[in-house]
């Protein structure tokens, strides 16, 4: 068509090369009448030396002259390439590769165009014809060389040309003889061809690797590029005679370049994310319009899209429900070509190319689409049929989307606005892109199945209705990753604790995915284990960093120990309305922060420690006394981080999100996540937030007894009273049967003073302290033993109880759930 000209990049071809060729113009009875530079350079000879003369005086042996004598009076138009041997003009032999072909004139006079280059300066390759030597006597030569010859005069009119370049550019014989390029096929093309031409005459200087796109036959399906060569043609006295054109036809070369180019853009543009409705859409979005002009990708049901099965929406208008779109694109804006939406159900009709390709895994290809009355697109789909009738969809290909022996979707490709059907070598560059994106996809699948077992398994291994009991009021957020780095291993626990306390947990299990949280959910589980154990933060987390040491060893290959690692981070609180203070010690995790409705926001200077797992250094706790209301807020790493910001300002974030006091705690809670600076987390996001109240007097009362085993009915008298005072008077009885044994147990087997208290809270508990460090164990008493039943009538009277640990001492509890009075 009328295209610029482009001076190309010198290709590998497999065809005669002509750069560099020398050039000469025989005539009929083979004499020399145009001679080129290229052609002095490569035998010595100059035009005035070589014009006028038989040019077989040129070749070294006798025979060879014989032969091209033969050549030379055949009456067929034609052509050979082949070796033979020159004589340069200082007498040394030349070995050539040399190219022979007629040419056509508009007076019908015959004439030759011969080429040759010194086969030193090619690259080896088989000879592609016979030797002079090898030419019978009645020559039988066929007329296909796939190089175009064109001879024009001073005036640039075409006055001889080959078979071949009729052949390939589609201009007539009739059209091209006499009359300029510019007069045979007008155009802008034309013109620049012929400034080349042009300034080849005045210069002498060859042109090569010139580019241009000819008018194609009208039996083509694609317009012929061609790569040219311009030479000037010399007479006997060194005058320009003409330009030679000579060029080779590299259409199927500039097509497989543009193919290799859509799979080089196919590889940075498909599979840029782990999503897969992304994915799809980066493939229609290639495939339009350097393939199609309207594409779409259809995912079956294997891939996740959404939680929507497809089976549930059941068939409509005699179409199933078999794909989900995922991909999009058209040349014209809104896609009006399509049926269904992004993410919508694709119905398709029980008989169509779509269910065959998903069920046989073989591309339908019809590469002139018919939407006539008794196809399967007007008997099966009308809706789809009227489609192709308005937007003139007139060839079609549908791939299927194959990875791993499944066949996730299908992917098709139709034309419209390009009049030309698709080929076969469309539907091989079709399959092979789709083939890309099928591992992009199948990779998407495989995460978001991963993803969505994990965020299943960590959603039921976290705590659906944490409370505080009395302790304190709770909100919490959790938000997983973003879908590319992947589920991450938060955690975080309320854990309701002996004497209305309670203790709240946040961690982080280094990595992600749903080896991250299994992880996660073997260390919550540890974490209330240990916790029922009633032991201070330090401690508790002493023993979490010994099991994951533990669990990372027997995870390990036994073959490389050293390459088995789990680590996590920790904080542990554990907060005491009674007294209002709160116990805390972490394991390399991000510090606390406390709202004090006096102070402000403050992050308490708490020892840091190591991650678990690694055992290098004690963990230590810090003991804080908290004013009623205070908010203490426990996160990971992922609220206050963030690639392009400093961690003191995803804190300074934070504090400027607690400071709210009038805000309720849900409202805070989410205040402080919808802070972060993107939407797209890298990282697991978590935060517990706590609100402290605070146990009044008129709900917790305390003695002292010295250890003398006559007080004990005072003790009992004492709780008695109380309870008729909280108006519990009906949790008497058996308040007094639990006191009394806890008390007598204490005198017995303690030391010291005895210290009973009673806390009223959700449950009533009921304590009792000695300086003593024996545990009591439950025994199974025989039917003659005269002891042991204390603790099995604890068990059963009381919901639960047990023993905990002081600096000074030990505390037995026991407690009742709170019923009605009858």
């Known amino acids: 068509m009328d295209s610029s000209t482009q001076t190309a990049r010198t290709p590998d071809q497999p065809a005669v090369q002509t750069a560099g060729a020398a050039i000469a113009l025989l005539d009929a009875q083979g004499t020399v009448i145009g001679w080129t530079q290229d052609a002095q350079r490569l035998v010595g000879y100059a035009a005035t030396e070589v014009v006028g003369r038989s040019a077989a005086a040129l070749l070294t042996a006798a025979e060879d002259r014989a032969k091209a004598a033969v050549l030379a009076t055949s009456h067929d138009p034609s052509h050979w390439s082949g070796s033979t041997a020159l004589r340069h003009r200082d007498g040394h032999r030349i070995n050539v590769r040399m190219c022979v072909q007629s040419l056509s004139a508009q007076d019908g006079r015959a004439q030759w165009i011969v080429s040759a280059t010194d086969k030193t300066t090619l690259p080896p390759r088989p000879v592609d014809g016979p030797t002079l030597q090898s030419l019978p006597a009645a020559l039988h030569i066929p007329s296909n060389l796939p190089i175009g010859v064109v001879i024009r005069d001073t005036q640039l009119r075409c006055t001889w040309v080959n078979d071949t370049q009729g052949v390939k550019d589609g201009i007539p014989l009739e059209q091209r003889l006499g009359r300029r390029l510019t007069e045979a096929a007008p155009g802008p093309q034309a013109e620049t061809l012929e400034a080349l031409m042009r300034q080849v005459l005045q210069s002498g200087a060859q042109t090569t690797n010139v580019e241009y796109r000819a008018f194609a036959p009208p039996h083509a399906r694609h317009e012929p590029t061609f790569m040219a060569s311009f030479l000037r043609l010399d007479d006997a006295a060194g005058r320009a005679l003409g330009v030679c054109a000579v060029s080779v036809d590299v259409t199927d070369s500039r097509r497989a370049s543009e193919r290799l180019a859509i799979l080089g853009r196919a590889s940075k543009q498909i599979g840029t994310t782990l999503d897969v409705m992304q994915t799809g859409q980066e493939l229609a979005d290639l495939a339009v319009p350097l393939l199609a002009d309207y594409a779409t990708v259809d995912l079956a049901e294997s891939v996740p899209v ?142 978001a199945r991963e993803r969505s077992a994990a965020l299943t398994l960590q959603r039921h291994l976290l705590p659906h209705h944490a409370t505080g009991g009395s302790a304190a009021d709770v909100a919490w957020r959790y938000l997983p990753a973003d879908s590319h780095h992947g589920v991450g291993g938060d955690w975080f626990d309320v854990i309701p604790l002996s004497g209305a306390r309670i203790a709240l947990v946040v961690g982080d299990v280094v990595g992600h995915g749903i080896n991250a949280a299994a992880t996660m959910g073997r260390l919550r589980t540890a974490v209330r284990t240990l916790a029922d154990m009633e032991m201070p933060p330090d401690e508790l987390l002493a023993h979490l960093d010994e099991l994951v040491i533990r669990l990372a060893e027997a995870d390990a290959d036994p073959g490389d120990p050293a390459a088995a690692t789990m680590a996590a981070t920790c904080l542990y609180a554990v907060y005491d309305p009674v007294t209002r203070q709160c116990t805390m010690a972490r394991a390399g995790h991000p510090p606390p922060a406390i709202f004090d409705p006096h102070r402000g926001v403050t992050f308490p200077d708490l020892p840091t420690g190591a991650p678990l797992g690694v055992g290098l250094v004690p963990f230590e706790s810090v003991t804080l006394e908290l004013p009623e209301g205070s908010i203490l807020a426990l996160y990971t790493d992922g609220l206050i981080e963030a690639r392009d910001h400093d961690i003191g300002a995803g804190m300074d974030r934070l504090s400027t999100a607690l400071a709210r006091p009038g805000l309720p705690l849900e409202d805070l809670c989410s205040s402080a996540v919808d802070r972060l600076p993107t939407k797209a987390w890298c990282d697991d996001v978590t935060l517990l937030l706590a609100q402290t109240h605070a ?42 049967l639990i006191v009394s044994e806890l008390v007598t147990n204490a005198i017995r087997h303690g030391n010291g003073p005895i210290q009973l208290r009673l806390i009223r809270h959700d449950a009533l508990t009921c304590e009792v302290h000695d300086t003593g460090n024996s545990t009591p164990r439950r025994r199974q008493p025989r039917t003659t033993d005269e002891n042991g039943r204390g603790l099995l009538l604890i068990d059963q009277l009381s919901r639960k109880w047990g023993t905990r640990y002081t600096p000074d001492g030990k505390l037995i509890w026991a407690e009742q759930q709170l019923a009605p009075s009858p």
């Open 306 to 447: 959404c939680e929507e099965s497809l089976a549930r929406l059941g068939p409509q208008g005699g179409l199933v429900p078999a794909f989900r779109r995922a991909g999009l694109a058209s040349v014209h804006p809104g896609a009006p070509e399509s049926m269904f939406a992004r993410g919508e159900p694709v119905f398709v009709p029980p008989v169509s190319p779509f269910i065959s390709v998903l069920q046989s895994g073989e591309s339908h290809f019809e590469p002139l689409l018919d939407a006539s009355p008794g196809t399967w697109l007007d008997h099966h789909d009308a809706a789809r049929a009227e489609k192709v009738r308005d937007h003139m969809m007139h060839s079609l290909m549908v791939v299927p989307i194959r990875a791993r022996g499944a066949v996730l979707g299908v992917a098709m490709f139709v034309r419209t606005k390009d009049r030309l059907p698709f080929e076969e070598d469309d539907l091989l560059l079709a399959e092979e892109l789709v083939s890309r994106a099928a591992l992009s996809l199948d990779n998407a699948r495989q995460y």
């Open 695 to 736: 146990l009044g007097p008129d709900q917790v009362a305390s003695w002292e007894f010295p250890a003398d085993p006559s007080l004990v009915s005072r003790a009992r008298s004492l709780t008695t009273d109380q309870l008729n005072r909280w108006g519990l008077g009906h949790h008497a009885a058996a308040t007094e």
